[in-house]
C-alpha cells in the first residue's frame, strides 16, 4: 500500500479510504496446514508448564506439540491464529505445522529451532538488553511483539519466550508461545496490560531502552488494517477439531465490528 505525501498535515483516515486502501493490496499467499504424522515423542525437559510434548515427525523436523488436550482445549488454535497473525504483521516466528498424533488427532507443531539462543538466566537477559550480544532490530522487535501480546491478551510473554538466531546480517529475534493467549486464555480481555509475566517483562525491556513506542503504535495500526476476509483465511485452515464453528463465527464477527477498533484504540493508551 503506498502511503500520501503532500504539504498538509495527516488527517485521519475514514472507513472508505481505508476500504479503498485495502482494495489495492496484494492478495495475501494463505499457507496450506497440511498434517504431518508424528513418529516418535521425547520426554519435555524444557520446564515449561504449557509444553506437554515434544516429537520427531515425518519430515524429520523436531516439533513442539501442543494438543487440544493441553489448558482448556483452545491451545492449537492460539498457537495457530497467533503466528499467522505475527507473520501478517511482520514479526517472526518459528516454522510450524500441523502435527497428527498416534491417534489421529491433529496438533500444533513448532518447528524446533537449532543452533539459537535462548534466555534462561538473568545474565544471558542483560546481555541481550544492554547490546552486549547484538541483535538486528531489537528495539523494534520486541515493541511490535508487545503491541501483538496486548492486542491477543498474551499474559505469558517471559524473556524465555524468545528465540535468537544467526541470520545473514547478524542475530535476529523470533517469538513464540502464545498458550495463554487468545482464546486458550481470555481473547477479548485486557490482563496482559495489569500484573503479569508480559508486564515484567516489558518494564524491564523499557528500563534498557530497548523499547519504541512509535513502532508498537505502527505494529497495532497493521491489526487495525487487516479486514474480516483477511482473519478468515487464518482460521478457515485450522482444523475443525481446534475451533468450534461457533466461536470462529462469533471472532469474524466481532473482527468486522467497532469494537475491535476500539480495543486497539485502548491498547494503543497502554503502550
Not at 500500500?1 to 475514514?14: N, W, Y
Not at 495457530?80 to 516466528?93: E, K, S
Given at each position: 500500500?503506498?502511503?500520501?505525501?503532500?504539504?498538509?498535515?495527516?488527517?485521519?483516515?475514514?472507513p472508505d479510504d481505508v476500504n479503498d486502501s485495502l482494495e489495492q493490496r496484494p492478495q495475501m499467499f494463505q499457507r496450506q496446514l497440511f498434517p504431518i504424522a508424528l513418529i516418535n515423542t521425547y520426554p519435555n525437559d524444557q520446564g515449561s508448564a504449557d509444553l506437554g510434548m515434544i516429537g520427531l515427525a515425518e519430515n524429520g523436523k523436531d516439533y513442539a506439540v501442543k494438543t487440544i488436550s493441553d489448558g482448556n482445549g483452545m491451545?492449537?488454535?492460539s498457537e495457530?491464529?497467533?503466528?499467522?497473525?505475527?507473520?501478517?504483521?511482520?514479526?517472526?516466528?518459528?516454522?510450524f505445522d500441523v502435527i497428527e498424533l498416534h491417534d489421529g488427532s491433529l496438533a500444533f507443531g513448532s518447528a524446533w529451532e537449532g543452533g539459537v539462543e535462548t534466555?534462561?538466566?538473568?545474565?544471558?537477559?542483560?546481555?541481550?538488553?544492554?547490546?552486549?550480544?547484538?541483535?538486528?532490530g531489537l528495539k523494534a522487535f520486541f515493541s511490535k511483539v508487545y503491541a501483538l501480546d496486548l492486542?491477543?491478551?498474551n499474559v505469558d510473554?517471559?524473556?524465555?519466550?524468545?528465540?535468537?538466531?544467526?541470520?545473514?546480517?547478524?542475530?535476529i529475534g523470533l517469538a513464540f508461545d502464545f498458550s495463554r493467549a487468545w482464546f486458550a486464555f481470555n481473547p477479548f480481555g485486557f490482563e496482559a496490560t495489569e500484573d503479569c509475566n508480559t508486564f515484567t517483562g516489558i518494564n524491564a525491556i523499557r528500563h534498557y531502552g530497548q523499547y519504541d513506542k512509535r513502532e508498537?503504535?505502527?505494529?497495532?495500526?497493521?491489526?487495525h488494517l487487516l479486514t474480516v476476509d483477511?482473519?478468515?483465511?487464518?482460521?478457515?485452515?485450522?482444523?475443525?477439531?481446534?475451533?468450534?464453528?461457533e466461536n470462529r463465527g462469533m471472532f469474524l464477527d466481532w473482527w468486522g465490528s467497532h469494537a475491535r477498533v476500539e480495543r486497539i484504540e485502548f491498547l494503543k493508551g497502554m503502550l
Open positions: 500500500m503506498t502511503s500520501r505525501t503532500d504539504d498538509a498535515q495527516p488527517q485521519e483516515q475514514k491451545v492449537p488454535a495457530a491464529f497467533c503466528y499467522q497473525l505475527a507473520r501478517r504483521i511482520l514479526i517472526g516466528t518459528p516454522d534466555l534462561k538466566d538473568r545474565t544471558e537477559i542483560i546481555r541481550i538488553l544492554s547490546g552486549e550480544i547484538p541483535i538486528v492486542f491477543v491478551n510473554r517471559h524473556f524465555g519466550n524468545y528465540i535468537f538466531r544467526p541470520s545473514y546480517s547478524g542475530k508498537a503504535e505502527k505494529c497495532l495500526d497493521k491489526i483477511d482473519i478468515d483465511t487464518i482460521i478457515s485452515n485450522f482444523p475443525a477439531e481446534w475451533m468450534p464453528a
